[in-house]
């Protein structure tokens, strides 16, 4: 049997013994939470059956020949969001409509590109109607959203205000038109991206590639002709800015901003997927 003074002092040190023990079950507790969500976070993913992909990356990034995306060489990016500036004045004197119709498409690059070289022409582009001083910051909230994958060393991006050293700029309209002229109100289009791609191979064996610049252009009103909510505007920005880093089509999942839906008008995690997925592959072709 223990003396007596020993039991006391062995009470008095119960509680700060529990009180370790506690600790220390913590500890190993949180040590192994942490393995287990690094484990899993270098799992690969479920692939989809029969395509190679994993299922949060949707396919519909690749476009109808191949992958398309910027080169770390051509990077950083420089971006031109102008504030408030219109394609729609230049006019195709044979359609009697804008150039930058939506049915000439690939065309808007070597427009630009056009613009650039005549300092006169740029000069006469006009403010589109609709927009609002909001816009432009609502675009190029949306334009900035990307960076977050920069710490990722994928992409690299910044924004300039001097259009002659831009590589992909971002315009407006009030509304879309056909190549006859007629307004598009009808759907919830809000933006188009063009964009001239050159082969990677055939650069890499010396072939020369007249670049021309990236085109995004964005609509100032909704399909009622009212100002384009600033929120509606950002969603627009952002996911315009996705087709112009090289997702090229649109997801099937409602949910995914590069949706045809804009889902919540947020990166998803889908899309961020896909965006990984697509910058390390080497392309087939680079803008």
């Known amino acids: 049997m223990l003396p007596v003074v020993r039991i006391k002092h062995l009470k008095s040190l119960m509680p700060a013994a529990a009180t370790l023990v506690s600790c220390l079950l913590t500890l190993l507790a949180l040590a ?5 969500q690094s484990a899993l976070a270098l799992r690969p993913a479920a692939l989809q059956p029969g395509t190679g992909l994993a299922a949060s990356v949707y396919p519909q990034f690749k476009s109808n020949v191949g992958t398309i995306h910027w080169l ?4 950083p990016l420089k971006v031109y969001i102008s504030h408030g500036l219109t394609l729609d004045s230049v006019m195709d004197p044979a359609l009697g409509a804008p150039i930058a119709n939506i049915d000439n498409l690939p065309a808007w690059p070597k427009l630009v590109a056009a613009l650039i070289e005549r300092p006169e022409k740029w000069k006469t582009l006009t403010q589109a109607g609709g927009f609002l001083p909001g816009h432009y910051q609502a675009a190029k909230e949306g334009v900035l959203a990307w960076k977050i994958f920069e710490p990722e060393g994928l992409i690299k991006y910044e924004l300039t205000e001097d259009p002659e050293e831009a590589d992909i700029y971002v315009f407006f309209t009030h509304h879309f038109v056909t190549k ?4 598009l109100f009808a759907n919830d289009i809000r933006g188009y991206t ?5 082969s990677y191979a055939a650069i890499m064996r010396g072939a020369k590639a007249n670049f021309q610049p990236v085109v995004c252009v964005l609509r100032t009103t909704d399909n009622q002709g009212q100002p384009m909510p600033l929120g509606k505007m950002k969603a627009a920005a952002m996911h315009e800015f996705g087709h112009a880093l090289g997702i090229e089509g649109h997801s099937t999942n409602n949910g995914d901003l590069m949706s045809i839906y804009y889902g919540r008008g947020v990166i998803s995690p889908n899309d961020a997927d896909t965006l990984r997925y697509l910058y390390h592959l080497t392309p087939d072709l680079i803008p």
Do not use: D, I, P
């Not at 192994?32 to 287990?36: E, G, I, Q, T």
């Not at 006859?180 to 307004?183: I, R, V």
């Not at 063009?194 to 050159?198: A, G, L, Q, V």
């Open 180 to 183: 006859l002229g007629m307004a």
């Open 194 to 198: 063009s964009k001239t791609n050159f």
């Open 72 to 75: 770390k060489e051509q990077m």
């Open 32 to 36: 192994w939470v942490a393995s287990l």
